[in-house]
C-alpha cells in the first residue's frame, strides 16, 4: 500500500478526507451508545467488543477507510464520554474543539522538543508559553523555567526531582547531584504533603530513590486542608530527630474535595525553614484564570514550583500538563550534552534545545493546543469557564443538600461534589453506595466517581462525587443525573 504522509500537499488532502471519516465514525459511534457509558457489565461488553474487532496484524491490511471506520466507530461507542453531561466521575475533561484542531496539526508537523532542528518554531512556542503561564502564577517569566509535561504525576516528579538534587548539590558541592544521594542523607530526607495529598507523591519518593516512608503526613482540618500548625510542628520534629526536609508539597484543590492548601503561610514556613516548596496545582491551577477563584490561590508565587494540568481546568486533550520552577538554572540536574542532539557549540551558536527541561527526550509539542487554547480564549473566557464549573458544582451541592435521601458531604470549593445517598434504615451506606455506583454504570446512563473518606464522625465511608468540568453542562441535566441515580436506588430495594 502507499504510504500517504500528513505533512505533505498529498497528505493534506488525504488527511481531511480521513478526518471526515473518523468524525462520522465518532458520530455513529456517540448515537449508537445514546449515553456517558456504554450499558452492560464489563465482562460481556469486552466479550462482545473482542469478537468484533478483526485481527489486528492482517497479513494484508484492510485499508486506511476501512480501518477507520472500524476502530473509531468501536471506540466511540465504548467511549466513557467526558463530552456528556453525565459522565461526572474523574478529573477528565471534554476537550475544546479548537485544542484538538491544533492537536491535529501538531500530530501533522510531529515537531519534536528533544532538540532545536526537530523543532525550531515549537520550542520558542513552549518557552513563552512557559513564561506566560509563570507570569500567571506569580513567577518572574524571566528567571522561571519550564516544560510541558504528561499531567500532575510527572509535574511532582519533577518538583521532587530539582528539590532533592538542590539539597545534594547544597551539601556536596557537586554539580552532579545524579551520581546518588551522599551516605549522610540516605534515609535522613523527608517529603512533608497532607495526608490527602495526590498518591504520586510517594510514588515520585519512591522513584527518587527516597523510599515512600521517606513522606511525612500533615493532619488536615474538617475541609481537607493541610494544617499549617501541624506542619510547623512536624517540620520541628523532622530536625530534631536528625533528618532533612526535602520539599513541602502542598495541594491547590485535592483530587476528591477540591480542597486548596493555606499556601501564604505554608509559604511562611518553608521560607523560615528553608525547605523547597512545591505546589501540586493540577486540579487548582485552573482557578488562576477567574477572578472569582484565583484568590483562593493566594500564595502559589512564592513557591519554588507547580504543577498545573491543562487536561482538567483548562479543555486539553491529554496530555497537557505543565511543570514551572521560579528558577530556572535548578533544570541542570537533567541537562545533558548529547553529540547528535545538542552539541556545546550548536547551543554556543543559538540553536538552543530543550533537552534539559524534561525526564523525556522525544517529546510532543503539547504546548501547541495550550498556546492556541490561551490565545482563542484569553485569561478571561476561560476564567468564564471555570465560573461555570465552580457555579454548577454549588448548584448540585445545594440540589443534594435538599434531598433528604442524599448527604453532602463539604460545600464545593472548586468544581468537585461528594456527596453519599443514605439508604433506608438498616441499609450498610458503605456498600449501598458503591452498588449504586456500579447500577447507574451498568444502566448507561451515569458515570459518578467515588472515594472513601472519614463521614462527620471520622469513620472512613464510601462517597460518591461529581466532577464537574464541562461548561456546557446545564442545571436540568445535574437534576436529570440525581434523579437517575435515586431511581437506581428506587430499583434496588
Ligand atoms: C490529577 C491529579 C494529579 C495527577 O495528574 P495526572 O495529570 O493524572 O498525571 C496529581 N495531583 C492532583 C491533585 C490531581 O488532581
Not at 201 to 227: F, N
Not at 240 to 248: I, M
Not at 311 to 333: E, N, Y
Not at 374 to 392: I, K, N, Q, S, W
Request: glycine share 10%; with cysteine; hydrophobic share 45%.
Amino acid at each position: 500500500m502507499d504510504p500517504i504522509f500528513a505533512g505533505t500537499t498529498r497528505g493534506r488532502t488525504a488527511l481531511a478526507g480521513y478526518l471526515t471519516t473518523a468524525l462520522d465514525a465518532v458520530g455513529a459511534g456517540v448515537r449508537t451508545r445514546g449515553g456517558p457509558i456504554p450499558a452492560g457489565e464489563p465482562d460481556a461488553l469486552a466479550r462482545a467488543w473482542a469478537a468484533e474487532f478483526g485481527a489486528l496484524l492482517p497479513e494484508n491490511g484492510a485499508g486506511p477507510e476501512t480501518a477507520l471506520t472500524e476502530v473509531v466507530t468501536k471506540l466511540a461507542e465504548g467511549a466513557a464520554d467526558p463530552a456528556d453531561p453525565a459522565c461526572a466521575a474523574h478529573l477528565h475533561c471534554p476537550p475544546l474543539a479548537v485544542a484538538v484542531a491544533a492537536d491535529t496539526a501538531v500530530s501533522a508537523l510531529n515537531p519534536s522538543l528533544d532538540s532545536w532542528d526537530q523543532a525550531p518554531v515549537a520550542s520558542v512556542l513552549e518557552d513563552r508559553l512557559v513564561a506566560t503561564l509563570a507570569g500567571l502564577t506569580g513567577y518572574d517569566g524571566d528567571t522561571a523555567g519550564g516544560a510541558v509535561t504528561t499531567g500532575g504525576t510527572e509535574s511532582n516528579l519533577m518538583g521532587l526531582l530539582l528539590a532533592r538534587d538542590r539539597i545534594v548539590r547544597g551539601l556536596t558541592g557537586t554539580e552532579a547531584p545524579q551520581t546518588g544521594i551522599p551516605a549522610e542523607l540516605v534515609g535522613k530526607l523527608r517529603i512533608l504533603c497532607s495526608s490527602v495529598a495526590h498518591f504520586s507523591v510517594a510514588r515520585s519518593a519512591g522513584l527518587l530513590g527516597l523510599g515512600e516512608r521517606a513522606v511525612v503526613p500533615i493532619a488536615v482540618d474538617e475541609a481537607d486542608r493541610m494544617r499549617p500548625d501541624a506542619l510547623c510542628v512536624e517540620l520541628m520534629r523532622v530536625r530534631e530527630r536528625g533528618e532533612v526536609p526535602l520539599a513541602v508539597v502542598a495541594t491547590a484543590g485535592t483530587t476528591d474535595l477540591g480542597a486548596i492548601d493555606p499556601l501564604e503561610a505554608i509559604a511562611e514556613l518553608t521560607y523560615a525553614h528553608r525547605v523547597w516548596f512545591h505546589v501540586d496545582a493540577a486540579y487548582g491551577g485552573g482557578a488562576l484564570f477567574s477572578d472569582r477563584l484565583a484568590p483562593l490561590l493566594a500564595g502559589i508565587g512564592r513557591s519554588d514550583s507547580v504543577g498545573l494540568d491543562l487536561h482538567k481546568l483548562g479543555w486539553q486533550p491529554i496530555a497537557a500538563g505543565v511543570f514551572l520552577s521560579r528558577d530556572r538554572t535548578g533544570f541542570r540536574t537533567l541537562d545533558r550534552t548529547v553529540a547528535y542532539l545538542n552539541p556545546a557549540d550548536d547551543e554556543a551558536a543559538g540553536y538552543r534545545s530543550r533537552l534539559g527541561l524534561s525526564l523525556r527526550t522525544t517529546r510532543r509539542a503539547d504546548a501547541v493546543k495550550i498556546a492556541v487554547t490561551l490565545r482563542a480564549f484569553g485569561r478571561r473566557g476561560l476564567g468564564e469557564l471555570v465560573d461555570r464549573c465552580h457555579d454548577l458544582a454549588r448548584y448540585a451541592a445545594d440540589a443534594i443538600g435538599a434531598d433528604p435521601r442524599l448527604e453532602l458531604r463539604a460545600e464545593p470549593t472548586l468544581s468537585t461534589v461528594v456527596f453519599r445517598y443514605r439508604p433506608p434504615a438498616g441499609g450498610d451506606p458503605d456498600q449501598a453506595n458503591a452498588r449504586l455506583r456500579r447500577a447507574l454504570l451498568a444502566s448507561g446512563k451515569g458515570v459518578v466517581g467515588r472515594t472513601t473518606m472519614p463521614d462527620r464522625s471520622g469513620t472512613a465511608a464510601t462517597y460518591l462525587k461529581l466532577t464537574l468540568l464541562n461548561p456546557a453542562t446545564t442545571q436540568a441535566d445535574l437534576d436529570k443525573l440525581l434523579l437517575d441515580l435515586l431511581g437506581e436506588a428506587e430499583l434496588a430495594r
